[in-house]
């Protein structure tokens, strides 16, 4: 210590304590005096740290020259400062920067007070000045930490807030875009009413409130909220509770993100998923979803519900004439009127093709149904314009309802289809209710339609072949294919029995295709075992025939199985030909250019005739066994019999007849010229198995049988047969 600060110092204490406490300050007390050059008269050693300049220095003689080293930017506050809290006699506190002696800056504190003497006159000023540069650079980094933290909230996309259950506290830029208003200010000052003024959904800031005092946090909490113009959006908001140290709540804080365009996309994407495209109505999976809520608030408020199907009646009509767009805007604009006659809280859906569902909460009695039904019927009815014509269609409707007919989903439908179905059957353009049209007959036939449709996967279906004999040669020249469906349960059901249900419903298509295809196959097999080539026939029926793509799928099926087409016979019914006539000759055409056998099944009960039956490029022509039945007996039969395998000869074309039961029958056949035939008297039609072993086997018509009718010369076997009658004999390939 200098000799000068030490007599400072023992001016005040003699004793030294007080010197020794001073200096070990961590700090500089100072006193300076009230005269012109401020005379210092105590500097503490703390001076030499602070400043870096030594207590006794020159510098510090005055008050003026310590100044000199402080910021010229801080030098004026300073003084002004120190000025106005002596005039006042104020204790002062001040904070300002100074040149350290080693050149760096420093920040110092420094607290005085005046001494004033009795008459309140400044004496002299003293205190304590303390190094502050660490805590302000502290200070420094915390500035900088929040101007970031700040930088981040004001540039967020994201919407960012502070809330308490009263409002909010704090909302950054984005959030008050996202919320439509002009600024935070305004936002906090307009939004008072979170609850009610912001979420859509009442009691959603309740929720909210309620899971961040559970879990102390939310999240992905989606909600749709107002926008201050009151258009409404989605948000999803992220947010923690704030605690202070006692624990208790002081605010939320979170962020919110605008979803809307997901919610839109997501919205658009199920939208599509249960609807139909066409029409935008619910599809059948949302009309199952609905129909069983239905049900289940039906069975809770103890009401009925009545379930409609709705059929276009002429709606394959117009498609198949007009075309597919006409039928699609008859769909689209039917659909609209039956949203007309319907409720809000009704669903009116479309299953598919022409076909429409209508559920209706049904409170009141049977004349309500009745009214809404009638309406239904006449709306339909009415003209419409398409594509520049007016039309006019009418519905069919079946009803079933909710307890009496059914209180599954699946069986009111079944039985509403059932109950269209009696409609249609009674002559169209009218509705009926499931109770009383639920007939044996007609139960039975939509047991069989539910289990055809599962027939072909469950390998319920085989084919059976029946030989068609060569009359001249007695040997077996080509095989009707036959479809037997094998029933688990029911055994075997007669073709004459589903056939013409799967004509109706439409199921004929994928099995008409599945026969030409395992047909083909299995006449293929046989080339291959080594036998004779045998040809095989498939019956095609009216729907095959008209609305598929036949010649493709005859294609497709000889391309994959390899079989050559003159192995192939098509089996068509002359009224089938004569329906659609042009269609159906196109696609014969087609047929024959590909090298397939084509006949006339059932001939001579249609309405074929001989103009007719010219413009058909058909090869044979298969007598219906209605006649074939009573040749040996009835001689108007015979007289047809004989006239058709005449006809056929002159047309060129060879003759088969079918049910040929006994051998009479045949012989009357070879006698007259016919070239084949096919009937229990020749074989029955038997599996693939059992076909196989006739192949390997005599004919049945052996030449003892023939020789005993009196009709068969005996002829070697390596030999070609004679050709008895004038017209030609086509050859298998
Ligand atoms: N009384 C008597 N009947 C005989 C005799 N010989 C054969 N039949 C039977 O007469 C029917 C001949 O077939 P269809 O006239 O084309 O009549 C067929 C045909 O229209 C239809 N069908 C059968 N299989 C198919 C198929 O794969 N596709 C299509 N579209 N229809 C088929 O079902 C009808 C009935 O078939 P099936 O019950 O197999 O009955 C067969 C056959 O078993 C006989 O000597 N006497």
Known sequence: MSALFANKLSQFDESGVLSTLLNNLDGMVFRYRN???????????????????????????????YERLCHADDLDKMRELIREALEHQLPYELEYRILHANGESRWLWERGVGVYNASGRLEAVEGLISDITARKKADQVTLEVERRYRSIVENAIEGIFQSTPQGYISVNPALVRI???????QMMAELKQIDTQLYVEAGRRQQFMQLMEQQGSVTNFESRVYRK???????????????????????????????????LYEAEIEHRASHDMLTGLPNRALLYERLQQGIMQAQHHNERLALAFLDIDQFKYINDSLGHQAGDQLLQIMSERLLACMRDSDTVARLGGDEF??????????DELDSVMQRIRSSVSQPCRIEGRELTVTCSIGISIYPGDGDQADVLLKNADAAMYKAKELGRDNYQYYAGVLTPAVADRLDLMNKLRIAIEARQLALHYQPKIDLLSGRIHSAEALIRWQHPAQGMISPADFIPLAEETGLIMPIGEWVIHTACAQAMQWLMLGHQPIRIAVNISPRQLHHGDLAQIVKTALDETGLPPSLLELEITESMMMHNMETSIATLHQLK??????????FGTGYASLSYLKKFPVDCLKIDQSFVRDIAIDRDDAAIVKAIISLGHILNLSVIAEGVESLEQASFLQQNACDCAQGYYFGRP?????????????????????????????????????????HSRESLY
């Open 229 to 263: 113009d009151r258009s409404i959006i989605w948000i999803s908001e992220n947010a923690r509770t704030v605690y202070d140290e006692a624990g208790k709540i002081m605010f939320y804080e979170g962020t919110v993100e605008d979803i809307t365009e997901r919610k």
């Open 686 to 726: 038997v599996s693939n198995e059992a076909f196989t072993l006739l192949l390997d086997t005599p004919a049945k018509l052996t030449d003892k049988d023939l020789n005993k009718a009196g009709l068969k010369q005996e002829q070697p076997q390596s030999a070609s047969p004679a050709k008895p009658q004038t």
């Open 35 to 65: 005269d012109a050059l401020s005379s210092m008269e105590l500097v503490s050693a703390g001076c030499q740290k602070i400043t870096g300049y030594a207590a006794d220095h020159a510098l510090y003689l005055s008050r003026l020259s």
């Open 593 to 602: 250019a590909m090298g397939v056998y084509l006949s006339v099944d059932d």
């Open 179 to 185: 919320y439509g208003y002009g600024s935070p200010q």
């Open 357 to 366: 569902v209508l559920i209706l909460n049904y409170h009141a009695d049977a």
